[in-house]
């Protein structure tokens, strides 16, 4: 079981800022995840198919998708996943993020710049 | 040889135009010419022996012409080209001009006076006609709003009108006799004397855009018309040069060019909030997770580093974002680097772009450094203009490719710049309209419709042109700029500390 238990652990970092992708995967492994970084939506559904990832930190804005259509696709692959939003550019009381929310294509939304602490706490959720 | 004295007499008096008489000392009248016969309609044995007042006009009575006559005859006074005007009812105004010289009759026996009489009415009006349309030019070259100056053809200023003085300080004592090219400004100094040159090979009038430096130091910018003065054989005598001060145009121009710049500053800040908060999460992150790594070094360390560059990466942004915002005077030139202008402006419209948009840029036989004279953060406006119109062009994705090419003529290099989208293409009639004011393709509250039509000024002042080729298949629009071609290049002055 030893093989699960580290797949459970694994976190899905999705965002094309390579600078961001870095503190987001130094702040997860704080919170004993395993972090594999995509850049595009492509990328990352391609990983999702391949294997299964708790949870997923989605930056809105991909190069060929935004995030919360992601989310839409990567739920319908893979049920079981958390999806954690982040945004420069939208903010948690916008009418989209909100809906989104509501509907649960997402599962948490955070606004950059954003407390380490938040991440290690949404990343610890559901551990 | 031997002249008939008499027989010249009559053939002299006969060809010219002039009326003669001869008087005697008692004022009686000895010879008529023909001339005065058909003018006065008398024959030559109806005038003779009469006195002189009775053969002229009544009109004629007020001149003391008697006594003018006697005292030539008494004091051999000759009386030259004195006036005369007949007026006579329903007759206009005839003006004559008459001599009055002394003969000697009969071997100096007896005196007599030789009058003749010219009908001076016609080269008077004539004169006068022409005086009058001297002064009429005159004023209106003085009274004409635009500068008015005439030089010749190796550009030694001849004439220098009141517009001119008072559009450049300098009046016509000052710069009569001077070359035309001393008041251009330096930089343009060699394209007048080069108009100069070409002047006289074709028919052509020549336009320009010519700085002017002014008396007290200032340039202004003045759009110039240049023709030749050709004389009869068709060589160049001089030249005429009209231009028109620009300086209310630019303001006006300016002042559609910020408000449109501000516009566009709408639209581009949410886009920015993403570019920047996006360094700004990376600074604040790596300096919580220093708190953590507090023992680990080589953890510090490079969180520091983190720290430094998102900082760095959101000052560049504000950088550009400031340099676009600031009203730049539109004669505060410097060289353009125009990679890192296009570079620039899709950063600031990058958020525009839907998903799926691929940006492309084909600039790969450039070569390295290639500069427009012009003003940075307005030609970014173009370029900010012309991006965002094909991201919008493209809702749903698509591909943005911008190229830029060097374009040699014999004389100027030109940058073209390609800016396509494979968007629907604008719709058919409505190609011609795109360029003008307030013309919009969308139902956007946030887009004045003036971003084409002030792009187009833009490039115009730049000395370029912007064209549009459209198609189902896409849209590409192609800014021409004349490459400047010096080696380093020079900053604004103006520029932040």
Known sequence: MLAQAAELRAALVV????????????????????????????????????????????DARLPDMNGLQLATEMIRIDQAMRIILISGYYSADDQSIVEAMTRRQVHGFLAKPFEISTIIAAARADD | MNFNYESLFHALSATIPSSILIIDENLLVLMANRNFLIKSGGTLSAVQGLNVQEVLPAAFRDIPLDQQIRDVIRFNKSLHRQKMSYRAPGVSLRVYSYSIRRLELDGHTARAALLVMDDITDLLSLSEEVRRTQLHLASVVESAGDLIISTDAAGAILTWNTAAEQVTGYGLQETLGRSFVEFVAEPQREEVNACYRSIGRTDQRLAAEWLVTCKHGSTIPISWHLS????????????????????????????VQQAEKLAALGRVIGGIAHEIRNPLGVSSAAAQLMKLYLANPAMLEECADKVIGGINRASLILDSLLRFARPARIHETQQVDVIEVLRSALMLVSAEAASGTKVEWDIDRLPPGVYA???????????????????????????LTIAVRLDRHVLREDILIEISDTGPGIPDGQVSKIFE?????????????????????IIQQHGGNITVRTSP?????????????????????????
Request: glycine fraction near 8%.
């Open chain 2, 473 to 497: 298949e896409g849209t590409m629009f192609a800014v021409r700029l004349p490459r400047n071609r010096s080696e380093a290049p020079r900053r604004q002055s103006g520029r932040r500390p």
């Open chain 2, 437 to 457: 004011p307030f013309f919009t393709l969308r139902n956007d509250s946030r887009r004045s419709g003036l971003g084409l039509s002030v792009s187009h000024s």
């Open chain 2, 228 to 255: 030749p003065m050709a004389g009869t054989s068709g060589n160049v005598l001089g030249v005429v040069i009209v231009g028109r001060n620009l300086v209310k145009q630019r303001e006006m121009e300016a002042q």
């Open chain 1, 15 to 58: 965002d094309d800022d390579a600078e961001m992708c870095w503190v987001l995967k130094v702040a997860l492994e704080l919170a004993q995840r395993s972090v594999t970084v995509a850049q595009t939506g492509r990328q990352a559904l391609a990983l999702v198919t391949e294997r299964s990832f708790p949870i997923a930190f989605v």
């Open chain 2, 373 to 399: 004279e012009g003003v940075q953060n307005l030609l970014e406006l173009v370029m900010i203009n012309l991006i965002a119109n094909a991201f919008q062009a493209m809702p749903n994705g698509g591909g």
